[in-house]
């Protein structure tokens, strides 16, 4: 028995390579990043762990690079990194939605990375990703596949990652336009997120893109209204009628699939989504009479 | 040899001045050590089994599996208790270790002691409990009429305060239904301790505790041996807040250091302290207040249920003052109040900052806005006119004999002019850092409440503190049992000390049971004056001691002798002495401290149960997002009556904590219990409020007047902060939301109606 409690083998992988060659070894292992929802797991003891592959180290998994209309940032890249100037004037939501993760302290260790593992419907970055369609690049030994988020993350705490797989970097599109991301708690930081809501718009290309969170098993893109808000927006005036955008607020409203549990109740966050829609359609455009 | 000790820089802080906490530096750079931290070469982990139900029968207890797994050292249950099996702060009720029956989540069922903390977590896992469910009884409304869920009855205390004219109708009334949901005391350091065996068959505990001297009752009687064979020191403390009053691990951690004869250490978690301390009692208050036309109070009827859980703890008194302080500060001359206590299968509740006037401050508080508003009348001006004031009668009929500066604290607070802190971030709007709101959708609203509460224990208790002083070489150690909780009386003791003796170096010795007698308590904002004024006692017995042997031995007028800067002096200026040698033979004064006595209640509720009361006032603005239910506190003013300040940094310190405690029941500290069962038990779902949630406190005034009997004239200044906070705020949403929100703390579905949106 004891012999068994000196064994937890952590690997601190120093590089890629090393981390997939401990994750082969050990396909079951723990993937451990900033370590801000699993340690949390781990000391409550509702998560037995075996053994740990730390990829905190990895320099391959850090940073983020530009490419024409991408970007590509690094499983490793910290909440606070991406609330820094240049993620943020690349992806406001996704640095509006970082802020709104727990503290300094938290923010500097946790990364998009677990955000993505841990597949929370709570996850605070995930609608942004979802409303951006981003696509992730996930590596073992074996090689590497890319996965668009929706089929990555597929319920509660579940997503498509296999034993020997760690995610390396999620790859998002740079838009031209203002992006909103809301979130509601009732604190006003450092909370889980009882409903959350993101619009992005793409002038090139006349479009707006919205995801709902924490109201759902998984994000949930609100397509037709987003169809009827991309539809209903004069572009060159940058102008919606209030028709329309009481029509978006409803159909996202529609589009939710809330529960009730000790953090809200269905139809609050059913209600929420329909007053931060409407809020964040009027922060990027102006309310025209029709 | 007066002349050796400059190197050392040496604080001359004395009473009135902000001098700095010794442990503050340490604290802030994390080398303090807290009971958390205590270490010993040789010891073994300790780990609690907790009941899973509220209610239920034990059937089978079996733990033979779990002494089989390599580094169990032992496993101990109700059978083991070698004392009495049942221990409790006012009334022993509660069990060591539940027996037959366990009446709360989280009650102890067995404990266990390994080499490892993950060998503790598998051996706990190991042990056999065969559970038969009961019904939990989780509705205090119904607990006084139903079976009896322990043999001491389902009522703690009922208390029936009749005062003046029973029958006098007032020609405006008002009526209210509210509701105080059960807040955590959310310290951050949790439950902790380190036991070692002592050769003699004794035991030597190392604990975070609010009460030396009333654990080692405890536990001595427990453990069935002496007072004199439980020797317990204070370990660091990381905040206590009532908390720590009940013992929690102790017993325990005695009990495996005894059967192994192995220092036993232990922490909880965070979730298990959740369920290893009390908290505050959840309240159901109704008040019907009857006033004349000119606003003048003629009558409060009052009937104020809380829930106990499962044991006893402090609620009697917690109730009593409930009950004695129902009507707020105000001239009441008739009043009928019923305060009862109950017990029930939920979390077991107990002493918490404010203690039993919390939860009526939010009751009269918002009784007498609804008066204001019957009478149309402005707030301020009918809480001016029925103001307490010394000379004027408490519901218990006691006259207030001291200071009660109530006018002049509501004035103060609705005077002051606010510096204004205005932003344009979305972060600073209701939401926070979640940006769900613009200006526009905010509404702003604005209250004051006024509140108070006794200091030290009352109901003829025997309420005293002790205090050794010992004088060598112009170097005081002071010795004394009272529990540094954060408070600030490692602080205090050095400014009192150095007032007196006129020293600079005071040495402060830990505080333990061994070496001094009791202190009391750390609660009831008690121990500034007393363990203040046993400090204060035991210092002038050595000043005079001093001052009698230089008269001796130099042929002085004791009248004509100073002590000054080290030296003492005679008035004239002809004689000089430096305390270092005119103290090398050492003097010591050991001393008991009392107030004044106080009485207990009669059958009515009245007597003279009280010794002293201090009064705050706080005025709240608060910005609500209507629409989703989220609130912002942007201002929040206070002014309180002190007595005296005797350390400006910490009395602010204690007003500005205490009001950010009163401002988290106000909108978000919740300990939600459905069916028994602790649902948020963790920091990530109890919450607490953050920088974004607590504004600035700005203090209008700190009133000083000084509060004859009392050491220095000075007040206890701890809990008057978290009394009248919680209303305020409350007030303010309801002004700026128009609804009549009769519970705290206000729920986002408090404010937003969902049902109609939807």
């Known amino acids: ?290 | 040899m007066s002349d050796v000790k400059t190197e050392t820089p040496i604080s001359s802080f004395r009473i009135g001045d902000s001098a700095p906490r010794p442990d503050g530096i340490p604290k802030v750079k994390g080398t303090f050590a807290f009971s958390s931290d205590l270490w010993h070469e040789k010891m073994l982990w300790g780990g609690t089994l907790r009941s899973p139900y509220p209610a239920a029968r034990i059937n089978k207890l079996d733990i033979t599996e779990a002494l089989l797994i390599d580094g169990v050292h032992t496993v101990l249950t109700h059978d083991d208790v070698p004392g009495e099996a049942v221990y409790g702060l006012e009334h022993a009720d509660q069990p060591v270790m539940a027996a037959e029956v366990v009446r709360y989540e989280g009650e102890p069922v067995a404990i266990v002691a390994a080499d490892h903390p993950e060998i503790v977590r598998r051996a706990l896992a190991a042990i056999n409990v065969e559970y038969e469910e009961m019904v939990p009884l989780t509705d205090p409304e119904i607990a006084e009429s139903v079976g009896h869920i322990h043999p001491d009855g389902n009522v703690f205390r009922k208390i029936n305060l009749r005062h003046g004219d029973q029958e006098i109708q007032g020609d405006i009334q008002v009526e209210g239904v509210y509701e105080v949901g059960m807040q955590d005391q959310a310290f951050l350091g949790p439950e902790s301790g380190l036991a070692v065996p002592g050769e003699d068959g004794g035991v030597d505990l190392y604990v975070s505790t609010q009460w030396l001297h009333a654990d080692r009752r405890q536990v001595a009687s427990c453990l069935g041996i002496k007072e004199e064979d439980v020797r317990i020191t204070l370990a660091g403390v990381g905040g206590a807040f009532g908390a720590r009053e009940d013992l929690s691990l102790h017993v325990h951690l005695c009990m495996l250091a005894m059967r192994t004869n192995r220092p036993v250490k232990m922490i909880y978690s965070r979730e298990e302290s959740f369920h290893g301390h009390v908290h505050r009692h959840p309240a159901k208050m109704w008040y019907r207040h009857h006033a004349d036309r000119e606003g003048n109070l003629v009558r409060v009827e009052a009937r104020v249920l809380l829930d106990g859980g499962a044991y006893a703890s402090s609620s009697g008194a917690v109730i009593a003052n409930a009950a004695c302080f129902a009507g707020g500060p105000y001239r009441i001359p008739n009043a009928n109040i019923e305060g009862i206590v109950v017990r029930t299968n939920n979390p077991p509740c107990g002493a918490m900052r404010g203690f039993g006037a919390v939860q009526t401050c939010m009751g009269h508080e918002a009784q007498m806005d609804k008066l204001a508003v019957a009478l149309n009348a402005d707030p301020v001006e009918i809480r001016l006119k029925n103001a307490l004031k010394t000379g004027d009668q408490l519901l218990t009929g006691q006259i207030i004999t001291g200071t009660a500066p109530v006018a002049e604290v509501i004035r103060t607070c609705a005077e002051h002019v606010p510096s204004s802190q205005e932003s344009s971030d979305l972060m600073s709007l209701p939401g926070g850092a979640g940006r769900t709101a613009d200006p526009e959708h905010i509404s702003r609203g604005e209250a004051i409440a006024v509140g108070f509460k006794n200091l030290m224990f009352s109901e003829g208790f025997d309420d005293f503190s002790s205090a050794v002083c010992h004088l060598e070489d112009g170097v005081a150690t002071i010795t004394c049992a009272c529990a540094e909780v954060g408070q600030g009386f490692v602080t205090l003791a050095q400014q009192i000390t150095r007032e007196i003796l006129g020293v600079e170096e005071v040495i402060l010795a830990p505080a333990a049971t061994e070496t001094v007698g009791s202190a009391g308590s750390t609660s009831a904002s008690r121990q500034t004056w007393m363990s203040g004024g046993a400090v204060q006692k035991a210092c002038e017995e050595v000043r005079l001691k001093l001052l009698q042997r230089i008269t001796e031995e130099h042929e002085i007028s004791i009248d004509d002798l100073v002590l000054v800067e080290g030296q003492v002096l005679s008035l004239n200026g002809d004689f000089s002495i430096s305390i270092d040698a005119a103290s090398e033979n050492p003097l010591e004064a050991r001393v008991e401290y009392r107030h004044a006595p106080t009485f207990p209640l009669d059958e009515n509720g009245q007597g003279d149960a009280h010794v002293s009361f201090a009064f705050a006032a706080h005025r709240a603005v608060v910005d609500v997002d209507p629409e989703l239910g989220l609130v912002k506190v942007v201002e929040l003013v206070t002014s309180q009556d002190v007595g005296r300040l005797l350390n400006p940094v910490q009395a602010i310190g204690q007003l500005e904590g205490g009001a950010a405690q009163g401002v988290g029941l106000a909108v978000m500290e919740e300990v939600l219990v459905a069916e028994g069962n602790i649902r948020n038990a963790s920091f990530t779902d109890y919450l607490i409020p953050t920088a974004l949630d607590m504004p600035p406190v700005e203090i209008a005034a700190i009133i000083e007047h000084p509060e004859p009997g009392a050491p220095f004239g000075a007040k206890g200044i701890g809990e008057p902060p978290s009394i009248s906070s919680t209303a305020a705020v409350v007030a303010a949403i309801r002004e700026a939301t128009n609804l009549e929100l009769p519970r705290v703390p206000v729920r986002l579905t408090d404010i937003v109606s969902v049902e109609e949106s939807s």
């Not at chain 1, 590596?139 to 760690?166: D, T």
Request: charged letters at 20%; hydrophobic letters at 40%.
């Open chain 1, 1 to 290: 028995m004891q012999a068994a409690l000196i064994l937890m083998p952590v690997t601190v992988a120093r590089s890629l390579d090393h981390a997939l060659a401990a994750l082969e070894e050990c396909p079951e292992a723990l993937i451990l990043a900033g370590g801000t929802d699993v340690m949390v797991q781990v000391n409550k003891g509702s998560l037995s762990v075996d053994q740990v592959v730390a990829i905190g180290r990895v320099p391959e998994l850090q940073g983020w690079s530009r490419e024409d209309d991408w970007l590509h940032l690094g499983a490793g890249v910290t909440y606070s990194e991406m609330m820094g100037k240049e993620i943020s004037s690349m992806v406001p939501a996704l640095a509006q939605a970082s802020r709104t993760v727990g503290s300094p302290q938290i923010r500097n260790a946790g990364t998009i990375g677990g955000n993505l593992g841990t597949s929370s419907p709570a996850g605070d970055t995930l609608p942004t990703l979802f409303a951006l369609e981003a696509v992730l690049t996930i590596r073992s030994s074996a090689g590497i596949r890319k996965l668009p988020i929706n089929q990555f993350v597929v319920g509660v705490k579940q997503n498509a990652l296999q034993p020997g797989e760690l995610i390396e970097k999620i790859s998002v599109p740079v838009l031209e336009g203002s992006q909103e991301f809301c979130k509601i708690g009732p604190r006003n930081a450092m909370v889980i997120s009882v409903a959350s809501f993101t619009l992005l718009t793409d002038v090139k290309e006349n479009q707006v893109r919205s995801c709902l969170g924490t109201v759902g098993p998984v994000p949930i893109r609100p397509t037709e209204a987003e169809n009827l808000l991309s539809n209903g927006v004069d572009w060159g005036k940058n102008e919606v009628s209030s028709e329309v955008l009481d029509a978006f607020a409803s159909l996202c409203a529609d589009a939710a699939q809330p529960i009730d549990d000790h953090r809200g109740s269905a139809a609050y966050r059913r209600h929420a989504i329909k007053i931060l829609s409407r809020r964040a359609a009027c922060r990027i455009f102006s309310e025209g009479n029709s």
